[in-house]
């Protein structure tokens, strides 16, 4: 009730008019700025509406650093903004906002909207239900999480508009939620991941009084659809900074499934491995995939399953099978990884035993599996994490490259595998020759 009370008084503590910033006292440079979105502004603008740069872009031009998209904010509603562009297109149901295509870039074009605060809005634990109400300005920033991601840019005047004190917040490093934390957090609870997600990836800190509720709320993560809790852990595995991220989100135990995953010393040493290898990555510009990601977090599990599964006297293949089943049932459904990956995730997985079967054919054929590469950089990880011997991986490095008679050399020196490491190789029927059972020679 208080909360609620609060929240339809915020507007009124926050200034109506914005504070503006001329180009002297902020450094964004007009050559970082995206041609597609400085045309689309105009457009906007040459129309008669009011155009502007806002959110996440902004806030990364003010910090120095190279945005990943822009998006605009304008005062014309998607029926006004469609006509001004050659292929522009309305999305969402919820909340209309426009798509407009050049090239291949698409730039996102949102009508500003105010946030409904009366009781019929939210759920019984203060979530938003929508957010649907075009607005002014003034409440389109009120209504973003952090004040630094309510500025707006104008790239014509070159002018920043805040309405929230954000300029002062880039300057200061510091991440703040706009109006009550705790109203704010439970209207929206991913919104505690994304204050630790950006506070790691732009090296920010935490405002004390966003950060004090966080662990006390962290209960409120479990009434997220799981479709959007799964983007959202998506984007804090391949922010750039996952290590940290993940301490982070651990520390206010935001995430319980990564608790449950990480809770063994080996555990964590792999998962340490597959996000180091992660950031390393994508610190040099290659893609990552959030399956194999996801695959290496799940891991840990599979194998303490398997361990346990073998105990009980099961056979090294089904012990291993039910294992991943049991991992992708109970915590991929945790963690809400869509059916699509969880097959990718299972063929990664489904070729680590097969790399300690060196003998006769089988490393040729496993050499043609459409996800040796990933699998084989999974091995690498296994190797470094000390799971299976650093030899194996260092076989497998020399005999993909090999020609021939090297092959031939490499297969001659392969160790057989140790029993119970893996599931036996099926034994073949041998053909019977002459009636006669052939021996091997
Ligand atoms: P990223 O670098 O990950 O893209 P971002 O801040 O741009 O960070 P987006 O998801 O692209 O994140 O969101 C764009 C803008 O929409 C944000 O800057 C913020 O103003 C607003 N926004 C996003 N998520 C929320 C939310 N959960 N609650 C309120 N406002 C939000
Ligand atoms: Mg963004």
Not at 246 to 266: C, E, G, H, I, W
Not at 376 to 398: G, H, N, T
Not at 423 to 428: C, H, I, K, T, V
Request: net charge positive.
């Amino acid at each position: 009730m208080i909360g609620r009370f609060i929240t339809r008084l915020l507007p009124q503590r926050f200034k109506k008019t914005p504070r503006i910033y001329s180009a002297p006292q902020h450094n964004i440079r007009a050559d970082a700025l995206d041609e597609t979105a400085l045309t689309v502004v105009r457009r906007l603008q040459g129309a008669g509406f009011q155009a502007f740069i806002v959110g996440g872009a902004v806030r990364d031009l003010m910090l120095g650093r190279r945005p990943k998209d822009f998006d605009i904010a304008t005062d014309a509603t998607p029926e006004e903004i469609k006509p001004l562009f050659r292929r522009a297109f309305i999305i969402g149901r919820r909340f209309r906002l426009v798509h407009v295509h050049t090239g291949h870039d698409v730039i996102e074009v949102s009508t500003f909207r105010s946030a409904q605060t009366d009781e019929e809005a939210t759920d019984e634990h203060g979530r938003l239900l929508s957010d649907n109400v075009y607005g002014t300005q003034a409440e389109d920033a009120m209504r973003r999480d952090f004040t630094i991601n309510a500025l707006y840019f104008d790239p014509e005047t070159e002018e920043v508009w805040d309405y929230v004190g954000g300029v002062n917040d880039v300057r200061a490093y510091r991440l703040k939620l706009i109006g009550p934390p705790v109203t704010r957090y439970r209207e929206d609870p991913v919104r505690m991941l994304r204050a630790v997600r950006l506070a790691a990836k732009l090296g920010l800190t935490l405002a004390p009084t966003s950060e004090a509720p966080l662990t006390k709320l962290a209960a409120l993560m479990r009434n997220i659809p799981p479709a959007r809790l799964f983007e959202e852990t998506q984007k804090l595995l391949l922010s750039g900074n996952a290590q940290e991220t993940v301490a982070q989100v651990r520390r206010y135990q935001l995430l319980p499934s990564f608790d449950a995953l990480l809770n063994t010393p080996a555990a964590e040493r792999f998962a340490a491995i597959a996000l180091a290898h992660t950031d390393a990555r994508l610190k040099i510009g290659k893609t990552v995939s959030p399956a194999y990601l996801f695959a290496a977090l799940l891991w840990p599990a599979v194998i303490r399953d398997r361990d346990a599964n073998l105990a009980t006297n099961m056979k090294p293949a089904p012990a291993f099978i039910a294992a991943m089943d049991t991992a992708l049932e109970e915590h991929a459904k945790m963690l809400a990884v869509p059916r699509r990956f969880q097959g990718i995730i299972r063929e990664i997985w489904s070729l680590q035993p097969r790399f300690e079967q060196r003998q006769g054919q089988r490393p040729y054929r496993l050499l043609e599996q459409p996800r040796f590469r990933a699998a084989y950089d999974f091995l690498c990880m296994r190797a470094e994490s000390r799971e299976v011997p650093q030899e194996l991986s260092e076989w497998w490095e020399k005999f993909q490259d090999a020609d021939a008679d090297a092959r031939k050399a490499l297969l001659a020196t392969a160790p057989k595998p140790e029993a119970g490491s893996s599931p036996r190789p099926r034994r073949r029927r041998k053909k019977r020759q002459n009636g006669k059972i052939a021996t091997s020679a």
